[in-house]
């Protein structure tokens, strides 16, 4: 089993930036895929990004493409999005996401973290 959890989000005011960041712990695997999505009230979740596990391979939506930035650093099984430029529909629910090489599913979700960008 694979936990992960996400930390970092809060309010900001419009134009600002936060840093996300999702922490996975228990089983390992070899290769993995991780991603960020979000969740607005009343509203379908949105894939935003994914990375592959080097970190050389990564898609964004075209939503948050020139905005967002995904990393990650599997030394310490941590992933990141940097969010720059914030708007306020870029308020939601933020969900970190890991799928398996070879697999076009995520397995696994984090809880979330809440987003708020005020105008």
């Known amino acids: 089993q694979v936990q992960l959890v996400e930390s970092g989000g809060g309010l900001v005011q419009t134009g600002g930036s936060l840093r996300l960041s999702c922490a996975a712990s228990?089983?390992?695997?070899?290769?993995?895929?991780m991603g960020w999505f979000r969740q607005a009230p009343g509203k379908e979740r949105e894939f935003l990004a994914d990375?592959?596990?080097?970190?050389?391979?990564?898609v964004y939506a075209d939503s948050v493409k020139g905005r967002f930035i995904i990393s990650r650093t599997n030394f310490k099984n941590t992933m990141y999005l940097q969010m720059n430029s914030l708007k306020p529909e870029d308020t939601a629910v933020y969900y970190c996401a890991l799928r398996l090489v070879g697999q076009s599913e995520y397995a696994y979700w984090g809880p979330g973290t809440q987003v708020t960008v005020s105008s």
């Open positions: 228990g089983r390992t695997f070899s290769t993995y895929y």
């Open positions: 990375i592959s596990w080097s970190g050389g391979s990564t």
